[in-house]
């Protein structure tokens, strides 16, 4: 195994050291359209036609997403650049199918792609799940009456095969940013999107409402991502290509750290602490060692994460005299000022959310 791993590593360096390409010999198909003895030429640049699918793939002039880093690290074990150019994605699947594009990336495997086009070994993994607004329909509406509800998608996308199924007969949008607007507007009902696209879209574009979308709970395919190339002898040699290269990350062990991330920001309570009628001075309490109650005076202002709410918030009350509810403790953590990163204990009526 190290003698592997050494060997990988070693003609890897060779490439960025020599800048010759590393070669790869491609597999037979039956599929590919040339003759077996066509010259191919050989080429210096890979183009990848891709579009806008943030996190993955940012907007031309900005920082690489995630997916997109790993076709350029591919690019540097196969010693040449990566010329990128943005296009939708159906037309980009189309224009491979008709050997009028190099490749294009990232897409979710479906039979229906395969007959058209040929597909790398997959880059990474994306969970896409169906969404639907809190405004207008809770988790039961949303899961029980699924079947009725008006769906949506985005054109050119696939969301996995499974989930696919559920989507077909939606309305078609043009962009993600459309799709939300209408479920929004309550034109639609219900929305699939992969997670980090749906977080990274509501953040940039409705950050205000980011706490109106839900998923709908135990609703959801997790699948690879591929490059596909046409379904020639050249498309046959750069996939065989693109497989061995990441074969040679993961046997390196970078790939790996690299994957497209969808880790997502959990929403947080930010609040500030402010006076309260008939409590001027804002305390907080907490428990020293010995198990007794000790408190610390708080400036007003100062900001807060709440990260557990009182019962007396969480839960409905029997009556409307609520004074009690105010006066119960919530826990928070403390990002400013004197006492910033304790855990104490706050009155509900000096929280005041932002």
Do not use: C
Not at 65 to 84: N, P, Q, T, V, Y
Not at 260 to 266: K, V
Not at 317 to 327: G, V
């Amino acid at each position: 195994m190290m003698r592997k791993l050494f060997l990988a590593l070693s003609i890897f360096m060779a490439t960025l050291l020599t800048g010759t390409p590393l070669t790869f010999a491609a597999t037979e198909s039956s599929e590919v359209v040339e003759a077996d003895n066509e010259q191919i030429p050989v080429k210096t640049a890979i183009t990848m036609t891709t579009d806008v699918w943030t996190p993955y793939i940012n907007p031309q002039g900005e920082t690489l997403g995630s997916a997109a880093r790993m076709i350029e690290m591919i690019g540097i074990a196969l010693g040449k650049d990566i010329e990128w150019q943005y296009a939708p994605y159906d037309f980009a699947q189309a224009m491979v199918a008709s050997n009028k594009l190099e490749a294009s990336f990232p897409y979710f495997y479906t039979r229906q792609r395969a007959e058209k086009v040929l597909f790398s070994e997959p880059l990474f993994y994306a969970t896409s799940r169906i969404y639907f607004n809190r405004q207008y329909l809770n988790q039961a509406q949303a899961t029980e009456e699924l079947s009725v509800l008006k769906m949506g998608r985005v054109s050119g996308y696939s969301y996995g095969e499974d989930l696919d199924k559920i989507v077909s007969g939606a309305t078609v949008y043009a962009s993600e940013q459309q799709a939300l607007l209408a479920l929004f507007n309550n034109e639609i009902d219900l929305l699939p999107m992969t997670e980090g696209v749906m977080y990274a879209t509501l953040s940039e574009y409705f950050p205000e409402r980011l706490q109106l979308i839900q998923a709908i709970p135990d609703i959801s395919d997790r699948s690879p991502l591929y490059v596909i190339a046409p379904k020639t002898q050249q498309g046959q040699k750069l996939i065989a290509d693109i497989n061995a290269a990441i074969a040679m990350l993961e046997q390196l062990d970078v790939l790996g750290s690299q994957q497209a991330g969808e880790s997502i920001a959990q929403q947080v309570d930010m609040a500030q602490l402010v006076a309260g009628e008939g409590y001027p001075v804002i305390l907080g309490q907490f428990k020293d060692d010995s198990g007794k109650t000790k408190y610390l005076t708080l400036p007003q202002g100062t900001r807060v994460v709440v990260i557990e709410w009182s019962d007396k918030i969480m839960q409905p009350s029997d009556n409307d005299r609520l004074y009690k509810n105010m006066m119960d403790l919530s826990r928070v953590v403390i990002v400013n000022g004197p006492h910033i990163g304790k855990e104490l204990l706050v009155r509900n009526l000096h929280i005041n959310l932002l």
